[in-house]
């Protein structure tokens, strides 16, 4: 395997080129990843390279100054440039420096990669040293924290949220990748290792901080975690997090205890899961309060955009986690529940504009749907309610939407401002709709999809501009929302069955008469 250095100061830079590229199956491995030349050069004195792909631009020490110290030490490694467009003259220098070949990070291709280093002339298979340094063993983790009396550490399982369409192995990858990052840049954390797509870490507090100091000090960390992943690759997390308790407790039973949290925790979603003490001594098991922030947003989510068919699905798949058959699982599923009802409830009121009359005459004894669900007698009652509740608010918006003039709101849209971008996204909003469900609803009512009627209200403003001679095609276009002048013509003839020529001429004709 030939060994491959990657150095960047960006870190989706850094995780890109590990997650596109199946590194193995082209005879290359990443044996090195870092953030600066300095880094890189430490790197290199305890492993041979044989390509390092870095960047010229980097604090504490730049592209430049790591090649020409690794050349100085004998590093006979290849230097590929990973470039930007506005670096080519640097790239030159770099060239003149020693540098193989360079790679735009802004047309990053698995292929253009490999073909650059299959090009490169590397030394005799034979020739080449073992790489690892005496006594310098592989492992997974970070290494064990030190274990004290007055330790304290809690166990993490770490995955990520579950997705109804799935994650790609690229995403799985680069997620893997940048936890582990950022697990090694955190002393407090202590990456244990993967076990299949699960991450077990460690995290330590420091030990003079007081049992609820520690509890936030635990909590912040590992929200930076989650919120760096998310914001970096749009990917959630689900933390499972154990009580914090001594040093010298069993580890077996630490992560046994996690991973039982993990479980309970994917069907709920996105957010930070950890076990009270005082539950647990009782026999139960409490989420974190953060958790039902994230329950609110999504609920809020499904109801805003009208899905509730996701919005049905995700409930159940939430309660069934909780339906143990214990006191506090029922109150957690009627807590549920009752989000959910105030969801809906303001969407009917407020946004669906309906009248109280006109609710309760749908609803019948399910309203108001906060005293429904308050009043439902077992797990099997309030799933029946909330699934009711469900159901008809969506009949009532659908109903309402029809008789109040959606699409009339829409039209008066389109033609008030029809030189202007029309987007799918902005009319669903107008209308208190997903996208998709806009789409079809459209459709259903016009017999014709959005875009279609889009172009032919800016054709039949077209038509009535081209009355006047002094407007040429061009400033036709423009006014009613085509910048492309040709791509007007295309869609005049296409609606009209006459190109704009054909259509002056009868109005030439028609004034002649």
Aim: proline share 3%; net charge negative; aromatic share 6%.
């Amino acid at each position: 395997m030939r060994k491959v250095m990657i150095v960047d100061d960006e870190a989706l830079v850094r995780i890109g080129l590990q997650s596109m590229v199946d590194w193995t199956a082209h005879g290359y491995e990443i044996a090195g990843v870092c953030k600066n030349g300095e880094e890189a050069c430490q790197a290199a004195l305890n492993t041979r390279f044989d390509v390092i792909l870095t960047d010229i631009r980097m604090p504490v020490m730049d592209g430049f100054a790591l090649i020409e110290r690794l050349q100085a030490s004998g590093c006979d490694a290849h230097f590929i440039i990973l470039s930007s467009y506005n670096d080519f003259e640097h790239v030159r220098r770099a060239l003149r420096c020693g540098a193989k070949d360079y790679i735009s990070k802004y047309e990053l291709e698995p292929a253009s990669i490999i073909r650059v280093l299959d090009g490169l002339d590397y030394a005799d298979p034979a020739e080449e040293q073992e790489d690892r340094p005496p006594g310098r063993a592989a492992r997974d983790g970070q290494g064990e924290p030190a274990d004290g009396p007055d330790t304290r550490l809690g166990w993490l399982a770490i995955q990520a949220a579950p997705r109804p369409d799935g994650y790609q192995d690229s995403e799985l990858r680069a997620m893997q990748l940048l936890l582990d990052e950022l697990f090694a840049s955190r002393k407090a954390l202590t990456r244990v290792g993967w076990e299949e797509d699960v991450l077990h870490g460690i995290v330590t507090v420091r030990p003079e901080l007081a049992p609820a100091d520690a509890e936030d000090e635990a909590r912040a960390m590992l929200g930076e975690v989650a919120k760096t992943l998310e914001s970096h690759l749009n990917l959630p997390l689900v933390v499972a997090l154990t009580p914090l308790r001594g040093g010298q407790t069993d580890r077996t039973q630490l992560r046994s205890e996690a991973l039982s949290i993990l479980r309970e925790a994917l069907p709920l979603g996105a957010g930070l899961y950890r076990s009270s003490p005082h539950a647990a001594e009782r026999g139960e098991r409490r989420v974190d309060g953060g958790l039902w922030l994230d329950h609110y947003k999504r609920a809020k989510h499904y109801v805003q955009y009208g899905q509730f068919d996701e919005l049905l699905h995700w409930y159940r798949d939430t309660a069934a986690a909780l339906a143990d058959g214990e006191a506090q699982a029922l109150v957690e599923r009627r807590r549920l529940g009752s989000l959910i009802a105030g969801q809906l409830t303001e969407r009917l009121v407020e946004r669906g504009e309906l009248q109280a009359e006109t609710i309760e005459q749908r609803f019948g004894s399910l309203w108001p749907l906060g005293e429904a669900i308050a009043a439902a007698e077992g797990a099997g009652a309030l799933d029946d309610v909330v699934a009711a509740a469900i159901a008809r608010t969506r009949e009532a918006l659908q109903s309402a939407q029809a008789s109040q003039g959606w699409l009339l709101k829409v039209r008066q849209h389109v033609e008030a401002h029809h030189d202007r971008p029309l987007r799918l996204e902005d009319m669903a909003a107008l209308a208190h709709l997903s996208v998709n469900y806009f789409s079809q609803r459209f459709r259903q009512e016009t017999g014709q999809s959005f875009t279609d009627y889009v172009a032919e209200v800016r054709i039949r403003k077209a038509a009535e501009l081209l009355h006047s001679r002094e407007l040429s095609t061009e400033e036709v276009a423009s006014r009613v929302g085509y910048g492309n002048a040709s791509y007007f013509v295309k869609v005049f003839k296409k609606v009209t069955g006459m190109t704009v020529s054909e259509f002056r001429g009868g109005l030439e004709n028609t004034a002649k008469r």
